[in-house]
T-cell receptor, first 116, second 116 residues
Framework: GAGVSQSPSNKVTEKGKDVELRCDPI?????LYWYRQSLGQGLEFLIY????????KSGLPSDRFSAERTGGSVSTLTIQRTQQEDSAVYLC??????????????FGPGTRLTVT | AQKITQTQPGMFVQEKEAVTLDCTYD???????LFWYKQPSSGEMIFLIY??????QNATEGRYSLNFQKARKSANLVISASQLGDSAMYFC?????????????FGKGTLLTVNP
């Protein structure tokens, strides 16, 4: 079946502009995660959605970052007033929360964001 | 809080030889899971292997095995019979198994190069 998809694959934006990154998880996966991968910082957790529960936003670096998940499926990560330090690869992952106890996360190809 | 340490920024191995990638962890969770992911130059994170803290036997998946030493808090990945296609970044990660948030904490990664 189809894996996690993300769009766009690359995004170049000017400092101060807003950007939206999209994630389409694997069908039937109730959990969805956003991570950020940047040089020197490794992979950082940003936000987690599970079903209809309130999202865990504890990893969002500032109030310029927000995310929503509509209908328990597609998610959008929005960065307002982008800064150069926001340049990174933004990875989305999804997992099932039933069946296997490992609940391994399946990652999308990422969106490479460059803020000029 | 959880912490993953990967002390090898880069490793080299000859094709067909075995290689061990180191991972140590720290957590206050009584029950946790350990993961290894592979990230080729294409950027996508690929799940390799999972070990639960309660598992008495080391996990194996094909050429991958996880050398789990709970008392030492280590979860090293062993790749047997290395192939050129194994050249990639490898990330060790973990999460707690209690509660309902399955976010992963990642190490900084090890860049493996397989030489012909």
């Amino acid at each position: 079946g189809a894996g996690v998809s993300q769009s766009p694959s690359n995004k170049v934006t000017e400092k101060g502009k807003d950007v939206e990154l999209r994630c389409d998880p694997i069908s039937g996966h109730t959990a969805l995660y956003w991570y950020r991968q940047s040089l020197g910082q490794g992979l950082e957790f940003l936000i987690y959605f599970q079903g209809n529960s309130a999202p865990d936003k504890s990893g969002l670096p500032s109030d310029r970052f927000s995310a929503e998940r509509t209908g328990g499926s597609v998610s959008t990560l929005t960065i307002q007033r982008t800064q150069q330090e926001d340049s990174a690869v933004y990875l989305c992952a999804s997992s099932s929360t039933s069946g296997s106890v490992s609940y391994e996360q399946y990652f999308g190809p990422g969106t490479r964001l460059t803020v000029t | 809080a959880q912490k993953i340490t990967q002390t090898q920024p880069g490793m080299f191995v000859q094709e067909k030889e075995a290689v061990t990638l180191d991972c140590t962890y720290d957590t206050s969770d009584q029950s946790y899971g350990l993961f290894w992911y592979k990230q080729p130059s294409s950027g996508e994170m690929i799940f390799l292997i999972y070990q639960g803290s309660y598992d008495e036997q080391n996990a194996t998946e094909g050429r991958y095995s996880l050398n789990f030493q709970k008392a030492r808090k280590s979860a090293n990945l062993v790749i047997s019979a290395s192939q050129l296609g194994d050249s990639a970044m490898y990330f060790c990660a973990m999460r707690g198994l209690g509660g309902s948030n399955y976010k992963l904490t990642f190490g900084k990664g090890t860049l493996l190069t397989v030489n012909p």
